[in-house]
C-alpha cells in the first residue's frame, strides 16, 4: 500500500480519536441553554412555565442589568420562573439590587414558578449561598 493510501485510510481514526480530547463539558453563561455541568447555572425566565426566553448564568448578580439571551427585553422585574441547576448551592432572590428587598431562596436542582408567590416581575438580584457576599 503506498504511504498516500496509508495515510488516507488512517485519518477518519485519527480525526475520531482527537474529537474524544476537546476535555470535560462545562456550562457556558449566557448562551442560551440552561445547564448543570461545572457547578450548575441559575437561569431565568419571562413566563412562567419555564418556557420562553432564557438568562442563564454561572454566577451571583447583585444587579439585573442584563437581557434574555437573544433578545433586548431586560431581566430586570420581568422574570416569571426561574431554576436552580447548581446541584449542591441553594440560590436565594431579591426584588431590588444589591441582595436587598423582599427575599425567596430556592434549593438546589429546584425549579420555582414566581406566578403564584406574589414576587411574579419582581427579582433584582440573585447570589449563590457559597457567596461571602451573599446576606443569607
Not at 493510501?5 to 480525526?15: C, D, E, Q, T
Not at 475520531?16 to 476535555?23: F, I
Not at 418556557?51 to 422585574?77: A, F, H, Q, R
Request: some cysteine; charged content about 15%.
Amino acid at each position: 500500500m503506498s504511504r498516500m493510501r496509508m495515510l488516507l485510510a488512517a485519518a477518519p481514526f485519527f480525526l475520531v480519536a482527537s474529537m474524544g480530547l476537546g476535555g470535560t463539558a462545562t456550562a457556558g453563561s449566557y448562551n442560551g441553554i440552561c445547564e448543570s455541568s461545572n457547578g450548575g447555572e441559575v437561569c431565568l425566565y419571562d413566563r412562567a412555565d419555564h418556557t420562553g426566553p432564557v438568562y442563564d448564568t454561572l454566577y451571583s448578580k447583585p444587579e439585573y442589568t442584563g437581557t434574555y439571551y437573544g433578545t433586548n427585553t431586560s431581566i430586570n422585574n420581568s422574570v416569571s420562573s426561574h431554576w436552580n441547576r447548581d446541584p449542591d448551592t441553594q440560590v436565594w432572590f431579591f426584588t431590588q439590587a444589591n441582595y436587598t428587598g423582599g427575599a425567596m431562596g430556592t434549593l438546589p436542582g429546584f425549579k420555582a414558578s414566581d406566578e403564584f408567590t406574589g414576587f411574579n416581575n419582581s427579582w433584582s438580584s440573585h447570589c449563590f449561598e457559597s457567596n461571602p457576599a451573599c446576606p443569607r
